[in-house]
C-alpha cells in the first residue's frame, strides 16, 4: 500500500502560482495511476488531474486546463500539481491518491480514486 503525504499548499493572491508535492512511499508496482483532488467547503470533490506513470499519459479536468501541470519525478518519487495564474475558485484542501493500475483503467477509473492523506490547503485570494 502506498502511503503519500501531501505538501505545498499556501496562500497566494490571484494570478499567482504554487507548486504542490505528494510524496510517495511503499511502490511495489511498476505503474501507477496518479491523480490529484481537491474538496472546497460544501462542495463536492472534484479530480484536478492525473496521471498514469508507465507513459506519462495525463488528463486535466478542464477548470484547471492550461493552467495546472501535474509531473512525476521517479527518482524521488514525488508527484507535482504545479498551479499558474490561480482563482479564487481554486481555494480548497488538495489530496493526491495512487493506484497499481493499467493505462485503461487509470483513463476510465481515476476520478473515482480514493485519497487518504491529511491533503493541503491552497487559498487564493482576489
Known amino acids: 500500500q502506498v502511503e503519500l503525504v501531501e505538501s505545498g499548499g499556501g496562500s497566494v493572491q490571484a494570478g499567482g502560482s504554487l507548486r504542490l508535492s505528494c510524496a510517495a512511499s511503499?511502490?511495489?508496482?511498476?505503474?501507477?495511476?496518479m491523480g490529484w483532488f481537491r474538496q472546497a467547503p460544501g462542495k463536492e470533490r472534484e479530480g484536478v488531474a492525473r496521471?498514469?506513470?508507465?507513459?506519462?499519459?495525463?488528463y486535466y479536468a478542464d477548470s484547471v486546463k492550461g493552467r495546472f501541470t501535474i509531473s512525476q519525478d521517479n527518482a524521488k518519487n514525488t508527484l507535482y500539481l504545479q498551479m499558474d495564474s490561480l482563482k479564487p475558485e481554486d481555494t480548497a484542501t488538495y489530496y493526491c491518491?495512487?493506484?497499481?493500475?493499467?493505462?485503461?483503467?487509470?483513463?476510465?477509473?481515476?476520478?473515482?480514486?480514493?485519497?487518504r492523506g491529511k491533503g493541503t490547503l491552497v487559498t487564493i485570494s482576489s
Open positions: 491518491a495512487a493506484v497499481p493500475s493499467t493505462r485503461i483503467w487509470c483513463t476510465v477509473h481515476w476520478y473515482g480514486m480514493d485519497y
Open positions: 496521471i498514469y506513470t508507465g507513459d506519462g499519459n495525463t
Open positions: 511503499g511502490a511495489t508496482s511498476s505503474s501507477y495511476c
